[in-house]
């Protein structure tokens, strides 16, 4: 049972467009949110995170965003840039040091 | 400051066969934890540690065992590996508490 889902295993974007991956989460008592960011042959590298008495979290040209009553968050990536291409995974933190990932959506940035 | 390695890089056993995952740290973490990602399923937990001589299992344990003797060192046993094991494990770690995990770059393992 994936109690976080990223529906989209794919997504292309044109450089400089805004890139959104899209994440639905089904437990309604995860309330803390991280995404990582993930390049071929290396490990999960941690990239924003967001917690549920916030709606919003920016940091630079990422943003994610908290929709609790749709059990749904998204990062944006505004401009999108060519190094930017790589799997980004959407992680719920339920606490115990746990993470609960999703399945991940590979991002193509194109020239 | 090396941060969480892994040993070996790729490894092709054939089925039966036993093998250990090497784990390491430098970060004086108390959290390690490994984890397996295949596709279409994310990455998922399979063991992890809150100390030196503390392990618990994850989400996937059949198959797996763990030990913790040191803080820096954090081993995967297969004892007899089987093709549904085949998978890229990564080793992970963190200060307690802590959401941010570190990541190792990953063991690439084919059981044929």
């Known amino acids: 049972d994936q109690q976080v889902k990223q529906n989209s295993p794919s997504l292309s974007v044109q450089e400089g467009r805004i890139s959104i991956l899209n994440c639905d989460y089904t437990n309604s008592m995860f309330d803390y949110f991280l995404w990582y960011k993930k390049y071929p042959a290396e490990g999960p590298t941690f990239l924003i995170s967001?917690?549920?008495?916030?709606d919003k979290n920016e940091d630079g040209r990422f943003t994610v965003f908290l929709n609790k009553s749709a059990k749904h968050l998204s990062l944006h990536i505004v401009p999108s840039q060519p190094g930017d291409s790589a799997v980004y995974f959407c992680?719920?933190?339920?606490?115990?040091?746990?993470?609960?990932f999703g399945q991940g959506t590979r991002l193509t940035i194109n020239p | 400051n090396a941060g969480v390695t892994q040993t070996p890089k790729f490894q092709v056993l054939k089925t039966g066969q036993s093998m250990t995952l090497q784990c390491a740290q430098d970060m004086n973490h108390e959290y390690m934890s490994w984890y397996r990602q295949d596709p279409g399923m994310g990455l998922r937990l399979i063991h992890y540690s809150v100390g030196a001589g503390i392990t618990d299992q994850g989400e996937v344990p059949n198959g797996y065992n763990v030990s913790r003797s040191t803080t820096e060192d954090f081993p995967l046993r297969l004892l007899s590996a089987a093709p549904s094991q085949t998978s890229v494990y990564f080793c992970?770690?963190?200060?307690?508490?802590?959401?941010?995990?570190?990541f190792g770059p990953g063991t690439r393992l084919t059981v044929l």
């Open positions: 967001i917690s549920s008495i916030k």
């Open positions: 992680a719920a933190f339920p606490g115990a040091q746990k993470l609960v």
């Open positions: 992970a770690s963190s200060n307690l508490g802590a959401d941010t995990q570190y």
